[in-house]
């Protein structure tokens, strides 16, 4: 099956530091990958979507320029949360799709990135 | 109203019983569904994809309804290790897929 690797699986750092996450799909090309977040007790919610070479699109709600998605090749996606706050602690889940023979877009999930801020 | 709405739970269910969980969508057009289970902390993954048939594997058991929008999944025999949050995923257009809250699944020895 399809793999997909989050570095690093957690991180705590300070308020105002930026934290990059790195989201790679090691056996397939990946056309689209998404990025989550999940507050405890909470559903996913799509934060963006993003297409290799392109601009990703954001969902309503997500400041663009606090979380800067680069989707640089069909294998890494990387999100950074600039000057993080404690509300931004949060599980950021990223997935991928775009797998060839892959039955109805399916999404593989990264394992997940545990974000504290202190 | 949201694309997709499942009921949270909990659903706390003895062992070997059957449980049932629904999921409606808004948007007509969808083309693609999936269950999705996560266990605390962890990535979701993929249980089963919904085909509009429906379709079974082992004691899983997903159904599509078009005509009122939802799709369900069923689970016969619940084990211990079914314990866990059941996501559904609807699929409306390419590269856009929408989760709904999770069903939460407890299952009592």
């Known amino acids: 099956g399809a793999v997909v690797s989050q570095h690093p699986s957690r991180v705590i750092c300070k308020s105002g530091t930026s934290v990059k996450i790195e989201c790679r799909s090691l056996d397939f090309q990946a056309t689209t990958m998404f990025w989550y977040r999940q507050f405890p007790k909470q559903s996913l919610m799509l934060m963006a979507t993003?297409?290799?070479?392109?601009?990703?699109?954001?969902e309503q709600g997500v400041e663009k320029d606090k979380f800067l998605i680069n989707h640089a090749s069909l294998t890494l996606s990387t999100l950074t949360v600039t000057s993080a706050h404690p509300e931004d602690s949060s599980f950021y889940i990223c997935s991928a799709s775009g797998l060839a023979g892959a039955i109805y877009n399916e999404q593989f999930f990264g394992p997940g990135t545990r974000l504290t801020v202190l | 109203r949201k694309e997709v709405e499942q009921d949270p739970g909990p659903f706390n269910v003895p062992e070997g019983a059957t449980v049932a969980f629904n999921c409606t969508y808004s948007n007509s057009a969808s083309q693609s569904f999936f269950w999705y289970r996560q266990d605390c902390r962890k990535e979701p993954k993929l249980l089963m994809s919904?085909?509009?048939s429906g379709n079974e594997d082992g004691r899983f058991t997903a159904q599509l309804n078009r005509a009122s929008q939802y799709i369900s999944l069923l689970i016969r025999d619940s084990k211990l290790s079914d314990s866990a949050t059941y996501l559904c995923v609807v699929n409306p257009r390419s590269n856009q897929f929408y989760f709904g809250t999770g069903t939460s699944l407890t299952v009592i020895p």
């Open positions: 919904v085909y509009s």
């Open positions: 993003s297409n290799e070479g392109s601009k990703a699109t954001y």
